[in-house]
């Protein structure tokens, strides 16, 4: 798959009393552009569904580099970062970019899947694998060592 990037309109609900993006946006926004990029994939909240399968977060870390305002055009891409050879844990990393390609945030998160019913981590279904093998990987991308805590 290509990189991944989705084009964001900051909604003014989003702007802080400094007029600048809010830090809990850059989340909310970073969650839209994988659930979205899960879904054009084939990997829709219905599909989830039917897998008994959803995706968690352990950690989510942002590194704030400009400001965004409201006016600003930006967009959000997706890597993967690092990944269990079996997808059962993986991490993912978002630029978000403004128009002119200035780099404004990136974020960082560690993920896993959850077996829906019986609430404890799973490793993931064939599909999804092969899903997040096609995954746009970044420059320093790593499998990790499933043996290593």
């Not at 909604?11 to 552009?33: E, F, P, T």
């Not at 844990?89 to 630029?95: G, P």
């Not at 093998?133 to 060592?145: I, L, M, V």
């Amino acid at each position: 798959m290509e990189l991944f990037s989705l084009p964001i309109q900051i909604r003014w609900s989003d702007i802080d009393q400094n007029r600048h993006l809010r830090h809990s946006a850059y989340y909310d926004y970073g969650a839209m552009v994988r659930i979205t990029c899960f879904a054009k994939q084939g990997l829709t909240t219905q599909r989830l569904e039917e897998l008994h399968i959803g995706p968690i977060l352990f950690r989510e870390e942002a590194i704030f580099k400009r400001e965004i305002k409201f006016e600003d055009k930006i967009s959000v891409d997706l890597q993967l970062l690092r990944s269990l050879p079996d997808f059962s844990r993986w991490s993912i990393r978002h630029h978000f970019y403004k128009e002119d390609k200035t780099l404004a945030a990136v974020i960082n998160i560690d993920g896993a899947w959850i077996d829906l019913a019986k609430r404890k981590l799973t490793v993931p279904h064939t599909e999804i694998q092969n899903l997040f093998n096609e995954f746009p990987k970044a420059d320093d991308f790593k499998w990790a060592d499933p043996l290593k805590k």
